[in-house]
């Protein structure tokens, strides 16, 4: 039998369309760093014009991607990929700066704000022109906090500005009034508890909390040493004491040397 003889196989010719199809994905990666090069060099005017803290490093990265190390510019070293990857790169860095700066000077403002004397207080002791006497008796008991900034006492992360002294004492003991006067209001606080405000003369107030029971009335005059109601733990209170303020045309005062000069 003869057997056909015909001309040797050929190697297969790359199809056309495969090489189109490389060529179309080449430019579609190029189109997509030209797009976020784009983007950083919108985002750098951008922290231009509003003077972001970044500005400088932005700067920096800008001056080094755009010298031409080469003598043509974005050649071998310096191509498009690597001049995006070195701006995204900065704006990563630089606004990861820029969280923590400004996580800083947020912490700073709060910080300042909490050391500013609230508006309805004042900082310095106030010492009424008449006699007081002291509310609690035998002289009053032991200071357990002060006037002025302090740690949040009810397990609270932050401080707050406390507006009077609070006294030590034990639940039901008496509470008198600390002069003459007319109670301005006797009732009941979401902080304060129970409490008493009276007026005295001259427009000066004495302000009595967290007791246990009250008992006088709004409106009602007292004379000085009369009992205004009993120790107690009630509102924003750890533990029974009295907290005692006093107040100077609607203004809170340190009341340190009212008690010193009382007892």
């Known amino acids: 039998m003869w057997e056909e003889t015909g ?17 179309s994905e080449e430019n579609l990666v190029l189109w997509a760093q030209i797009l976020l090069c784009l983007a950083a060099v919108g985002l750098t005017l951008c922290a231009r014009s509003m003077e972001w803290p970044i500005l400088p490093r932005l700067r920096t990265a800008f001056e080094t991607a755009m010298q031409p190390e080469q003598e043509l510019f974005l050649a071998q070293g310096r191509n498009l990929a690597k001049f995006t990857e070195d701006v995204i790169e900065t704006f990563n860095n630089g606004f990861a700066a820029f969280g923590a700066e400004a996580a800083q000077t947020a ?3 709060a910080h300042a704000k909490a050391q500013a004397i609230p508006s309805g207080a004042r900082e310095e002791s106030y010492l009424p022109d008449f006699a007081l006497c002291c509310p609690l008796p035998g002289g009053g008991s032991a200071r357990t ?6 740690t949040d006492p009810m397990g609270g992360s932050g401080s707050d500005f406390h507006l009077g002294n609070d006294l030590a004492a034990a639940e039901g003991a ?39 029971y009250v008992f006088v009335r709004s409106g009602q005059p007292v004379s000085a040493g009369e009992m205004l109601g009993t120790v107690g733990e009630t509102g924003n209170a750890t533990g029974p004491h009295l907290h005692f303020e006093i107040l100077h045309e609607g203004l809170r005062y340190d009341p340190s040397e009212v008690l010193q000069a009382a007892s």
Do not use: F
Request: hydrophobic content about 30%; charged content about 25%.
């Open 145 to 150: 906090s002060g006037y002025g900034w302090r």
């Open 107 to 109: 912490a700073r403002t």
């Open 174 to 212: 008496p509470i008198s009034a600390a002069a003459d006067g007319v109670v301005r209001y006797a009732g009941v606080h979401s902080s304060y508890g129970n409490y008493v405000r009276i007026l005295h003369a001259d427009g000066d107030e004495t302000l009595y909390a967290h007791m246990q």
């Open 7 to 23: 001309a040797p196989p050929q190697a297969a010719i790359p199809r056309k369309k495969n090489r189109k199809k490389r060529k």
